[in-house]
């Protein structure tokens, strides 16, 4: 990977500007085919991650026991994903190209792979969107009480270390 000049390039445009190209986006698509196995053929990295799972975890006759995990962090990330992190990494990677500079013009981080909650704490933006297509979640058919989680639910700001749910005397 290290001959294809491409990937080099895009890596080193990363904090060159405030925002990432949809050019380089793609070329770090590319890469994470390559990264992953991938071949000349595999251009579009969400078909390409479909591929991989069915190749790891296909169906069979025989039911799969609770004792085995399936294990998604095996596969590439989907587009969305790495578009978020593409966008995380850019705005990393300025800050610290304008470290040098005493009054750095340097653009807010919502929108580039973060968000910012109601009570205005910064969390990381997995993806844009929803986390399962509507039909999904119709099929599911769940009741009022159930939730469906977003993208911006991984807030531990609940968290103190201590076990709500039981008291110790």
């Not at 390039?9 to 990363?14: K, M």
């Amino acid at each position: 990977m290290k001959s294809d000049q491409r990937f080099m390039e895009a890596f080193q445009r990363l904090g060159t500007a405030a925002e990432i190209t949809n050019g380089d986006i793609e070329i770090f698509e590319m890469f994470v085919i390559k990264l992953y196995g991938g071949k000349k053929r595999d251009t579009d990295l969400d078909s390409f991650r479909y591929s991989r799972f069915m190749v790891k975890f296909t169906p069979s006759d025989v039911l799969i026991s609770c004792d085995v995990g399936i294990d998604l962090a095996l596969l590439p990330p989907c587009k969305m994903s790495l578009n978020m992190h593409a966008k995380r990494a850019n705005y990393q990677a300025r800050l610290w190209r304008l470290a040098h500079e005493n009054i750095p013009d340097i653009p807010g981080p919502v929108s580039r792979g973060w968000a910012k909650t109601p009570d205005n704490k910064m969390v990381c933006q997995w993806f844009q969107g929803d986390c399962m297509p509507q039909d999904i979640i119709d099929l599911l058919d769940l009741d009022d009480n159930a939730t469906v989680l977003d993208n911006n639910d991984d807030d531990f700001s609940d968290y103190d270390g201590e076990d709500d749910d039981e008291q110790y005397v």
